[in-house]
């Protein structure tokens, strides 16, 4: 392959948010164009005017930012073979149809959307589909079905008409795919695909394949649910005499209970399925995206590029430049994969490490939002090397360390009602004289005071000083705490059970 002349790209339609398939696709695109020292481009495939939604395009250009995936050119970088847009490409399609009808290999169809309906309810009625293909386009109200004059005095008319390929019958299209294989195809069981709407705008099929030559795109890397209009695609090459580019159908990421695939309809899921949070138009809905949720992008990208690619080591961690040099369509799966929530935050706790400074920044932020006397650095350091692989983000920092900072305000209610009677603040009490009277006030020798009915008395001063029944090691936050305030706190315990007694 050569290195210089790989020219890939990212084509979505600005109709909504991207999901985790469309940013997964955009990633693919990218790494192979890095791998491969090539081009990255941006486009918008925009020809659905009906469907388009205003912060789309905007909404596509964030989310690369955020990943870091930026392209090299196209939407918003500019280049060569602007514009970027398919809608404000419709001069360059009507050359393009115009050749395919010179050629005889598309034709005028004039048949109204109520001929179809009828067309369609006599088939299902005779117990067939109806399908619009070589079989049955000489009975319909199509350019092949007249003559010169007619089409022309049609045409005249100003009557309503869309352009549809013409498919030759009898042929055994071999078709390759990069992550599948051989393909081969039937042409009898094509139909005509419109290729120019009745509005005069040009479908994807025409658009795109138009666009990748003139673009000169080497490889088309895009989702499974193309395949089928593959294909078509290859045709088109074939009539206007182009060399098609190389395709990979990337497979789909399903949802983890295995109903169905992951798309824009699931974004009221128990997990994220959007990269950044997305705003839905004229309402006040707003639907967080990962980064919102506190993923980090490293990590994003990092489970995304594996959520249908394995690199064939056994390393889960790399970086965005150790992806591109791994980086290979051969090893792509065929089949679907699973998307597990867990393992995006099992990733994002792996990147937590390298954050360090962020957590701290986070905690002064927070200490300072609650108007806490502000603590020393070094204590501040020792809380988040103490915390740090309890959490996989950085605003769980808070609620894992909490209590090194203010005093239980609730304590953990079933434990709490447990523990309502005279024999607990005895074990409080002695636990508070034991505190007072120790000499070292370290988590080592605390640790020898307390050798006998340990569990009970454990839980107890953890309920004290914590207010629930999770946290680091006990004697560790009776150190951090110091002697004082840890007799302070059990003292509170003990009040709060006599008020209830």
Not at 188 to 208: F, Q, R
Not at 212 to 238: A, C, N
Request: proline residues 4%; glycine residues 6%.
């Amino acid at each position: 392959m050569s290195q210089n002349f790989v020219r890939v790209r990212f084509a979505p339609s600005p109709t909504g948010p991207l999901h985790l398939g469309g940013i997964r696709t955009a990633l693919y695109n990218y790494l192979f164009a890095k791998k491969h020292g090539g081009t990255f481009i941006l486009r918008m495939e925009d020809t659905d005017r009906k469907r388009w939604v205003s912060n789309s395009e905007l909404y596509i250009l964030e989310t690369l930012k955020w990943c870091n995936i930026e392209p090299d050119e196209g939407v918003g970088y500019g280049g060569p073979y602007s514009p970027y847009y398919q809608s404000k490409r419709i001069n360059i399609y009507r050359i393009y149809i115009n050749k395919l009808l010179e050629k005889g290999d598309a034709y005028y169809a004039f048949d109204t959307d109520k001929d179809l309906d009828r067309k369609r309810k006599e088939y299902h009625d005779s117990g067939g589909s109806f399908s619009y293909n070589y079989k049955i386009r000489m009975k319909l109200n199509n350019s092949l079905t007249m003559t010169k004059k007619q089409l022309h005095d049609k045409l005249r008319s100003g009557s309503s008409y869309v352009i549809r390929f013409k498919i030759q019958p009898g042929e055994k299209l071999n078709m390759y795919d990069i992550i599948r294989g051989n393909i081969i195809v039937d042409t009898d069981h094509l139909d005509d695909k419109i290729l120019l709407k009745s509005d005069g705008v040009a479908t994807y099929h025409l658009a795109n394949t138009i666009d990748d030559h003139i673009m000169k795109i080497t490889h088309v890397l895009r989702g499974e649910e193309w395949l089928p209009s593959m294909s078509l695609h290859i045709l088109l090459y074939k009539s206007f005499g182009w060399t098609p580019p190389n395709f990979a159908h990337l497979p789909l990421i399903l949802r983890h209970n295995g109903k169905g695939k992951i798309s824009k309809r699931n974004a009221n899921l128990d997990f994220p399925i959007f990269p950044i949070q997305w705003k839905v138009p004229d309402t006040k809905i707003i639907i967080p995206g990962y980064r919102e949720l506190g993923y980090f992008p490293e990590a994003f990208v990092n489970m995304l590029a594996l959520l249908g690619w394995n690199p064939g080591i056994k390393r889960e961690i790399f970086s965005l430049q150790e992806l591109i040099n791994f980086f290979s369509l051969e090893k792509i799966n065929k089949s679907g994969v699973f998307f597990d929530v867990k393992k995006a935050n099992w990733f994002n706790k792996k990147y937590l490490n390298k954050k360090k400074e962020e957590i701290f920044a986070f905690l002064c932020e927070e200490i300072k939002k609650r108007s806490i006397d502000k603590k020393d650095k070094d204590y501040l350091w020792k809380i988040i090397h103490l915390t740090i692989d309890r959490i996989h983000f950085i605003h769980e920092i808070w609620e894992h360390s909490f209590y090194f900072f203010i005093s239980p305000s609730s304590y953990e209610d079933h434990f709490f009602h447990e523990i309502c009677n005279k024999n607990a603040i005895s074990k409080l009490d002695n636990a508070k004289i034991l505190l007072y009277y120790a000499d070292k006030f370290t988590s080592v020798n605390l640790k020898l005071l307390f050798t006998t009915n340990k569990q009970k008395i454990m839980q107890l001063l953890r309920l004290a000083l914590v207010g629930i029944l999770r946290g680091i090691d006990i004697f560790i936050i009776l150190e951090m705490l110091g002697k004082e305030e840890s007799i302070r706190r059990i003292e509170k315990l003990i009040n709060q059970i006599k008020e209830k007694i």
